[in-house]
């Protein structure tokens, strides 16, 4: 990908391995003739739902579909407050807008960049009906708690586990704790798909069966529309290729964390804060994140050193354009907005070796000093 030495993410060389199982993936659906909601996505279902040690899964066209779904399941809609963080992408939000509720944005933790409970906690009113933390970077937030304020309140807990397949929480996965959570399989996900897709999960009989009717237009049985839904169904081609890559994903975590732990060793004695890697937690470290003064300027010398780096994410959803209107009262996201510029993603992926992660370093380290040297 592009001319950089150590580019941000290689998706064909995960994928390379893989290319037999993937043709052979693809003439079998060819072969099968369904290629909508058959054989594959049933199959997907039951491997990710195994994944996550819950019941459910309901496999549907992207993340964003999925936390949509989650939402409309749990029958939140006009009029109700969901509470989540400006810290994520935008589709959590927007999610939470398209079923017709309003999102309520709080603050994070200075250590994790998640979800803080306390934070969560004092932001509850009598019109809060959900909560969705974001187990942002790869990394599950504060579960205990939050799960605990939720179930005070009657508030339903639903985890944006899109960045944190596989990853752990005192030995629990993502996608156990709450009500419902949902996945993304976009292609540089931990584990994605060649295409959009996305998968929501749940412990509760009653949420999977109204998910299952909503994904695809209110349906219980073909023609029969209980209530009305919507198309969010995923075709049998990406499901087959999401199940080629299911069996790799905790390997690939691993190697991540490996990655991860090379990192820190690296950028020792540098002036930047690195991931916070709390002990009772499997990170899945979908991005390797660390803060920096000087963003901007770190980013461009690295650059020009050949290492390519990403921002997650640029512009807290109350600072978009999109999100402008949203009511925030002063400093309530003063964490937040202080991490914001400094934010910096390191190249992350499984296929990353000793010696890109030591150019990388020193890339930074250059680029940190207060006249860049060429190497
Ligand atoms: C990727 C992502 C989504 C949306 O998933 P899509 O499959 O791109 O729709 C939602 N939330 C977070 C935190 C994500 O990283």
Not at 27 to 46: K, Q, T, W
Not at 106 to 124: E, N, R, W
Not at 219 to 238: D, F, I, K, M
Request: charged share 20%.
């Amino acid at each position: 990908m592009g001319d950089a030495t150590v580019p941000f993410v290689d998706l064909s060389a995960r994928l390379r391995p893989l290319r037999k199982e993937l043709r052979s993936a693809f003439e079998r659906v060819l072969d099968s003739g369904v290629f909508v909601m058959g054989p594959e996505v049933a199959a997907l279902e039951s491997e990710f739902a195994a994944l996550c040690c819950v019941p459910h899964a309901i496999a549907v066209n992207s993340g964003t579909a999925a936390l949509q779904l989650a939402l409309a399941s749990l029958g939140i809609g006009m009029g109700d407050e969901v509470i989540t963080v400006a810290n994520t992408f935008i589709a959590t939000a927007e999610a939470i807008t398209a079923v017709g509720a309003t999102p309520v944005l709080v603050d994070v933790c200075p250590d994790t960049y998640l979800m803080d409970p306390a934070a969560f906690a004092a932001a509850i009113t009598e019109r809060t009906k959900a909560v969705i933390p974001v187990h942002l970077y790869g990394l599950v937030c504060e579960m205990n708690a939050i799960c605990a304020i939720a179930a005070q309140h009657d508030i339903a807990v639903i985890e944006d586990a899109c960045q944190a397949h596989g990853a752990t929480y005192q030995g629990v996965p993502a996608g156990a704790f709450g009500d419902a959570a949902c996945f993304s399989f976009y292609p540089a996900k931990n584990l994605g798909t060649l295409g959009e897709g996305g998968i929501m999960v749940t412990r509760r009989a009653d949420v999977a069966a109204r998910a299952r009717a909503l994904r695809s237009h209110g349906e219980t049985r073909r023609y029969e529309h209980v209530e009305p839904g919507l198309n969010l169904r995923l075709s049998e081609l990406l499901a087959a290729m999401a199940r080629v890559q299911l069996p790799c994903v905790l390997e690939w975590n691993e190697q991540r964390r490996t990655v991860a732990g090379w990192y820190a060793e690296a950028l020792r004695g540098l002036p930047v804060q690195l991931p916070s890697q709390p002990a009772a937690q499997q990170h899945a470290f979908h991005l390797y994140v660390v803060l920096t003064e000087g963003r901007d300027n770190v980013r461009s010398r690295m650059q020009a050193l050949g290492i390519d780096t990403g921002i997650h994410y640029p512009t807290p959803i109350h600072q978009t354009d999109a999100y402008r209107n949203i009511r925030v009262r002063h400093g309530e996201l003063s964490v937040t907005e202080s991490i914001a510029p400094r934010l910096l993603s390191l190249p992350m992926f499984p296929e990353l070796t000793e010696q890109d992660v030591c150019r990388v370093a020193t890339a930074l380290q250059h680029a940190l000093a207060p006249t860049p040297q060429l190497v």
